[in-house]
């Protein structure tokens, strides 16, 4: 069989797209059996976060995350108590600092990022199942280091970037863009200091960068616990106070 020079370019342009694959696949399983495995992943059924933030104020933050899609955010600032929570169907919120003191539903937009969150084992877990997709877009640069690069094309369209450590394969930076309203909403997080939780490790730092805004924030978690009980009805928004 004689191949053309348009045959053998299509035949290279395969092997390529299957080689490219087969690095992505390799790179997710390895980045899951850092984080502790996938069995140990998902017998994680709760998560409790507590921690502080710094966004050109001291906060104390604490999330409550549940499977299957379940969370909920509390950020207290001087008293007062800001909450989002999505409780696998329907966003609300409670926002002090603007006035408002009852529930409210949020817009599907501005749910974008909670609901995202909402995945407790994230987008790499069974991505393909979800409907992502997981692209290896070679080495990149974090900070003068060498990583890994993944693309992972969400179900809804949005787009992460994994930056991934080459000696540990835990993810070190996230790039994230949302395209929301007809534009590009930007934003970066700078991962580290894992501690193992019940076999799994979590980032215990972030900072994270808003690039539409520029808006920054230090969060530094102090614990987390997970498996203790949470009721359904944590996450459920509650009636309108008289």
Same mark, same amino acid.
């Given at each position: ?60 933050? @604490?999330?409550?995350?549940? &499977?299957?899609?379940?969370? &909920? ?23 002090? #600092? ?29 991505? %393909? ?15 003068? !280091? ?20 080459? !000696? ?10 949302? #395209?929301? &309203?007809?534009?590009?909403?930007? @934003?970066? %997080? ?21 690039? @539409? ?20 009805? #944590? ?8």
């Amino acid at each position: 069989m004689r191949l053309t020079r348009a045959g053998v370019t299509g035949l290279f342009c395969l092997l390529a797209i299957a080689v490219s694959a087969q690095t992505a696949d390799e790179l997710v399983a390895k980045n899951l059996q850092a984080r502790g495995g996938v069995d140990k992943i998902k017998a994680v059924n709760t998560v409790k976060k507590n921690g502080k933030a710094y966004v050109g104020i001291n906060a104390e933050v @604490s999330q409550e995350q549940k &499977r299957p899609n379940m969370i &909920r955010v509390d950020v207290t600032v001087q008293g007062m108590t800001q909450i989002q929570a999505y409780d696998g169907s329907v966003s609300w919120q409670i926002s002090p #600092f603007q006035g408002r003191k009852d529930a409210e539903f949020m817009g599907e937009d501005d749910a974008r990022d909670l609901v995202d969150q909402a995945d407790i084992d994230g987008p790499l877990v069974d991505y %393909q199942a979800k409907g992502n997709k997981v692209e290896y877009l070679g080495h990149d640069l974090v900070d003068g !280091d060498d990583a890994y690069k993944l693309r992972v094309i969400l179900k809804n369209g949005d787009i992460i970037y994994y930056y991934l450590d080459p !000696d540990t394969y835990l993810e070190i930076k996230k790039e994230i863009q949302q #395209f929301i &309203r007809g534009s590009v909403h930007e @934003s970066e %997080q700078l991962l580290g200091a894992y501690k193992q939780v019940a076999g799994v490790y979590y980032p215990y730092s972030i900072e994270s960068t808003n690039k @539409s805004t520029g808006e920054h924030a230090r969060f530094k978690i102090d614990a987390i616990v997970v498996n203790a009980p949470i009721e359904d009805s #944590f996450f459920k928004m509650p009636p309108a106070k008289k």
